[in-house]
Structure formats: C-alpha cells, structure tokens
C-alpha cells in the first residue's frame, strides 16, 4: 500500500493567535494604574516640598527673632515642635560637677559637647549644651577656665531632646557613654530632678579659656522633595508616551492592512 501523500513544506504557515481582548483589558488596568500610581507619589512629593519650604521658614524666623525667656516649669508642658530652635535666655549657677559629654562630630572634628545643668533662681534646672571640646580636652581639669562657678546668662537656642541614641548606637547611662542629647536618660543618670523637658545649645559667646566651643548648632532641613517629584512625573510621562506610541504603531499598521 502506498504512503499517503504529504503536502510539501512549501504552503502558507497558521496564523499566530491574537492576544485576548480580556488580556488586553487587564494589562491596559494594570498600566493605568501604575501611571495613575506615578503621578500620585508626584503630586505628593509637591505638597512635601511646600511644607518643608514652610517648616524652613518658620524655623529661621524663630532662629533670628529676639531671645526670649526659655520656657518655665509651668510651660514645660506646652514645650512641642514648634518651639525648637526658638532663640532664648536664661540666667542662673552651672553645676559643673554633673556635666555630660556626648560624642559629637563637627567642623572642629570630632569630640564632645559638654551638657551643664544650669540651676535657675526658681530652682528649676535646665541642660545647657555650652559647646564642643576635643577629645583630648573631655577632662574638665584640662579646661578649668572654662568651669564657670558665678551666675551667668546663657543665650542659646531651644531644643527638643534626643531619645534613645543615635544610628545604630545606644546610649549607655551606666556605661556614661552618650550619643544623643537624651534629656530624661541623662537627669536620671545624673540624679536631677525639676529639669526642663528641652535642652538649649548656647550661642558662640566666648567661654573663659576658649572651651567649649558654642555656636555650632545645625539648622538644616534636607529638601530633595523637587527631585523626587520630578523623578515620578518623569516615570509617569515615559510610561504614557510608550502607550501612546505602542497606540500610534498598532494604527498604523491596521491603516496599511497589516
């Protein structure tokens, strides 16, 4: 019996299958949500930036108005976030003996600041950080000038307290090493009570003996809130003109019967 006749390799091919209309439902939801996702974390980044932009301008207003009283015991409780780096004054005896030193890193290089309690005529005590010493200068002894025992006037800015420690580092009350300007942790450690719930960073007034070092706080807000918003905009726009040109391209080919 003969084979059966096969058709040579030489005829039409099957037609590829087309893409469901479901999966193309699914996959344009999907898109669109992503686009829509884009431009939300853009928009967003917008009102970040305003507030940041608002929060800067509150602070250096505060920073540069006149000083004023810091907060008494009866306003220790009012004391919140829009109190810090506010410019203030206070008066009174340090208590040089119950000093804290916390690791600092600064144009100076790296060292300490020196946190004093400062007794106030009320009684009241409030930890001034009255600047930065080198290492090699944390030993009261090696600055005695710098031990203030009269009455002083401190001029300074407010500052809200740093709990816990800093990156990856704890503090260590009974170790006494100190990372951040933890208020409550360091009055427990140095047995003070009646103690404000901020700190204040005095101002450069020269210290007898030229330590500490004042004068050197920090106010800087990062601000990158444009890039950001301009980086998911940008997204947003390649991911709809891929679209748009992928729409383009399949009308064109239906026009030229394809």
């Known amino acids: 019996m003969s084979e059966p006749h096969r058709p040579s390799g030489g005829g039409p091919s099957a037609p590829a299958p087309s893409h469901s209309p479901l999966r193309r439902v699914v996959f344009g939801l999907g898109a669109a949500f992503v686009f829509l996702t884009l431009l939300g974390l853009g928009t967003w980044q917008v009102q970040r930036r305003s507030w940041k932009l608002d929060l800067i301008a509150r602070t250096e207003a505060r920073v540069h108005a006149p000083a004023i009283p810091a907060p008494s015991p009866a306003d220790w409780n009012l004391v919140g976030p829009d109190d810090a780096y506010r410019h203030v004054t206070l008066s009174g005896r340090f208590l040089n003996e119950r000093e804290t030193l916390v690791q600092a890193v600064t144009d100076y290089g790296a060292g300490f600041w020196v946190l004093t309690p400062l007794r106030r005529e009320d009684g009241s005590l409030i930890l001034v950080n009255r600047g930065f010493v080198p290492g090699d200068r944390k030993d009261p002894a090696s600055r005695p000038a ?3 025992a009269d009455a002083v006037q401190v001029t300074g800015l407010l500052r809200l307290t740093e709990p816990g420690g800093a990156f990856l580092r704890s503090n260590d ?11 409550a942790a360091i009055a427990a450690a140095r047995g003070l009570t009646e103690t404000a ?13 030229g330590l500490p070092i004042g004068g050197l706080t920090v106010v800087a807000f990062p601000n990158s809130h444009l890039v950001y918003a301009l980086t998911w905009y940008g997204l947003a726009l390649m991911l709809g003109g891929f679209f748009a040109y992928r729409r383009f391209v399949r009308r064109e080919g239906r026009s030229n019967g394809e």
């Open 146 to 148: 710098g031990q203030i």
């Open 197 to 209: 719930p901020y700190f204040v960073d005095a101002d450069a007034t020269p210290n007898p003996g």
């Open 173 to 183: 009350p009974a170790g006494n090493r100190w990372y951040s300007r933890d208020v």
